[in-house]
């Protein structure tokens, strides 16, 4: 594989893009897919085939779109976005092919859900066929990855990376060109290059978004990034819970070895490499880097202490570069467009732009891909479109189980890395949940550590006992029999887990009680003093509304 | 020196152990293959048996508390067969707040089980699932492989009532 055959690829597939007078792109993602859009595609199938349009009118199975709660989602080279599409109306957007857009399903695009959004890492998410390379190839796919072996040295793609500010997207935000330096200069008789697709945060689907949409976005990330830190062998463990993002790469790296982008010899230079897919198994701890190694490992996924990292010795004692699927698919536009172009987007500390995913009691969800230093309330009642039904704002949850929720006096805060963690949350993978009046905040603290109880891999005490105690207490409160010395006891074990835990399972363990103590204190108040849910959540017999 | 230990014999005329014997030999009949040879067993059979467990652990040359240790540290392994038809009801964030717990306490109620266990007679298992990405349409709950939105207690209680009854 030379640039020039890349360029071959990318012009045939483009000629055959431009034989078809007219284009119809479906959302076959989950979210969509959960709405039936697989049955759309296959009416417009057969639409297309009986009226004998095979010739000018493609049909194209894409990823995400985007906006899920107003899927399935159809999009039409002439710029239409159809909303709530079901196979009945496959005529009817036949009929409208290439004319005036059907107004009966039209969706607005010219709402800040679409407009403030700055698309890099989603770029191709639904615009591209994520099950062959040749439309990956012709939107500039693995161009970075050619640059990268045929004019950089491993030094200069290290030193673009650093220069790019990118952070680690995974949650903690490590400087991700520091990363790969140490990877790089580590000592080793061979280096691994591990993907955490383990998205385990519930509310978080932004990484199986970029999967199931891009696959090869993700896998040129790794490339470079092997070529980078000097790696041979790379793993993509993702969870068992995301079988069409499994499906998708599954399909996708047989591809990039056939075009001789993954193997041996890549692209006629000495650079060997090889991406093996690993399956988790349900456990969230596993998203833990020293616990997805034991995993990899064919162990239990339990974490160890560090140091040393994983850049000293990761996998099989070797040195290891993990980064996240959002870190990995920043990486080809930082080289093909250069780190400063980069860097000139988001704040001061958090360059680039971030994927939510945004979901809750909002009236647009779905993945949103912003430049970093967006206000939350933008994010919220702009993009997100606001409370629906006329109720309240109540909090934003972001950062899953190790995060918090910030109320709406903060609203006006900067998403970026420092700015969450100041406010007792964290940026996390990408999780933005909202919750409005109906929800009760004592409940989702105790949804949170009733998780983290389960998660807990029982290694460490603090973890295992801590979660456990702090559950019992939280439901105590829920079932309005806590005393104020529950409510204590509680401040102190939360203290003792976070700063005795063993890894960041347990030490964020706390983080949602600790940040609901402090922004709505009134309500664990009213659950222990007045034997009342302010909300109307606790102490109701769940499913007894039947 | 390298001791060369034979490879023991599949546990009885299945043809379905060969595809477990694929795997462990695609991932180099290692100890590190145990997961994804775990993974091959419990697709092909439904469900992870002492059996199974001892063939694979003997094969890839761990001990049996290993492969059981590992069995049981996955939420996702499961060592008792399952149902005829599954319900998963999601318990994300979004579909919490969103009231996946009357669900889950409908479908409880309904069959009778806990989550992670299956009727008596083996009609349905009932499954509670940390997200599984579908937010937007949150709460939801997987049928077999068919996710349904927007799921309502009623909706789940009718859909397991007629599953009970055939």
């Known amino acids: 594989m030379t640039r020039e055959n890349l360029e071959q690829i990318a012009e045939s597939e483009n000629q055959r893009r431009a034989e078809f007078r007219d284009g119809i792109n479906v959302c076959v993602a989950t979210g969509c897919l959960a709405s039936k859009s697989q049955m759309v595609k296959d009416a417009l199938d057969r639409e297309v085939a009986n009226r004998g349009w095979e010739k000018h009118c493609q049909v194209k199975g894409v990823g995400c779109l985007g906006l899920c709660s107003e899927g399935p989602l159809v999009s039409t080279r002439s710029g239409a976005l159809y909303k709530k599409v079901i196979a009945a109306d496959a005529g009817d957007i036949l009929d409208h092919a290439g004319k005036a857009p059907l107004h009966r399903l039209l969706c607005p695009t010219d709402i800040p859900f679409f407009h403030d959004q700055q698309k890099i890492v989603t770029e191709n998410s639904g615009v591209i066929d994520p099950e062959r390379i040749e439309d990956y190839i012709a939107a500039g796919g693995y161009s970075a990855l050619m640059k990268a072996l045929g004019e950089m040295t491993p030094a200069q793609v290290i030193q673009e990376v650093t220069k790019s500010g990118l952070r680690g997207r995974g949650g903690a935000g490590y400087p991700t060109g520091l990363k790969w330096s140490t990877v790089a200069k580590a000592v080793g008789t061979q280096k691994f290059v591990i993907c955490n697709a383990d998205e385990g945060d519930p509310g978080a689907f932004m990484d199986r978004s970029v999967l199931e949409s891009d696959p090869h976005r993700v896998i040129e990330g790794m490339l470079i990034a092997a070529y980078a830190v000097g790696a041979s062998e790379g793993y993509i463990y993702i969870r068992a819970e995301y079988p069409l993002a499994i499906k998708q790469l599954r399909a996708a790296l047989p591809q990039a070895e056939q075009l001789g982008l993954l193997g041996t010899g890549i692209c006629g230079t000495s650079f060997n490499f090889r991406i093996e897919l690993r399956v988790g198994a349900g456990a969230y701890v596993c998203g833990e880097e020293t616990a997805l190694i034991a995993s990899v490992e064919g162990k239990r996924g339990t974490p160890r202490p560090r140091p040393p990292y994983p850049a000293q010795a990761g996998l099989l004692g070797q040195p290891t570069l993990i980064n996240n699927v959002e870190t990995f698919a920043s990486v080809p536009p930082i080289i093909r467009k250069g780190g400063d172009w980069y860097a000139g987007i988001g704040t001061e500390k958090s360059k680039g732009t971030k994927v939510f995913s945004l979901t809750g009691q909002i009236r647009n969800t779905g993945v949103v891909e912003v430049p970093m230093g967006i206000s939350l309330r933008k994010m919220v009642f702009e993009i997100g479109g606001g409370i629906p039904a006329g109720r309240k704002f109540k909090a934003v949850q972001t950062g899953g189980p190790s995060g918090g929720c910030i109320p709406s006096e903060f609203l006006d805060t900067a998403v970026d890395y420092e700015s969450l963690a100041q406010l007792g949350s964290i940026m996390g993978s990408g999780g933005m949940v909202v919750m409005d009046e109906s929800s009760c905040m004592v409940d989702v603290a105790k949804y949170f550590m009733d998780f983290c109880m389960i998660e807990s891999c029982g290694k460490c005490i603090p973890c295992r006992a801590g979660t456990y105690q702090m559950h019992r207490i939280l439901s105590a409160i829920t079932n309005m029999s806590a005393t104020p010395e529950d409510l204590k006891m509680l401040e102190e074990l939360c203290d003792l887990v976070k700063h005795t835990s063993l890894c960041g399972l347990g030490q964020s363990a706390p983080n949602p009680v600790v940040s609901t103590l402090k922004s709505f204190a009134t309500e664990y108040k009213a659950h222990i003093e007045e034997h009342t849910c302010p909300a109307g959540v606790c102490g109701k017999a769940v499913g007894a509304n039947l | ?166």
């Not at chain 2, 939420?75 to 319900?87: A, D, E």
């Open chain 2, 1 to 166: 020196m390298a001791t060369y230990i034979a490879k023991p014999a599949a546990p009885d005329q299945d043809k379905r152990w060969k595809l477990v014997d694929e795997t462990m030999r695609r991932t180099g009949q290692h100890s590190r293959g145990l997961i994804e040879t775990l993974h091959t067993v419990q697709q092909v059979f439904g469900y992870l048996d002492e059996k199974a467990l001892r063939y694979v652990a003997a094969s890839l040359r761990v001990s049996l508390s290993r492969a059981y240790g590992v069995a049981t540290f996955y939420h996702y392994f499961t060592l008792k067969p399952v149902g005829k038809h599954s319900c998963s009801v999601c318990t994300g964030t979004a579909c919490h707040i969103k009231g996946s717990a009357a669900l889950l306490a409908t479908a409880k109620h309904e069959l009778g089980i806990e989550p992670g266990r299956s009727t008596s007679k083996g009609e349905v298992s009932l499954l509670s699932e940390r997200c599984i990405g579908p937010c937007g349409l949150g709460p939801v709950v997987v049928y077999d492989q068919e996710v349904a939105a927007e799921e309502t207690p009623k909706a789940l209680a009718l859909r397991l009532k007629n599953w009970m009854a055939t």
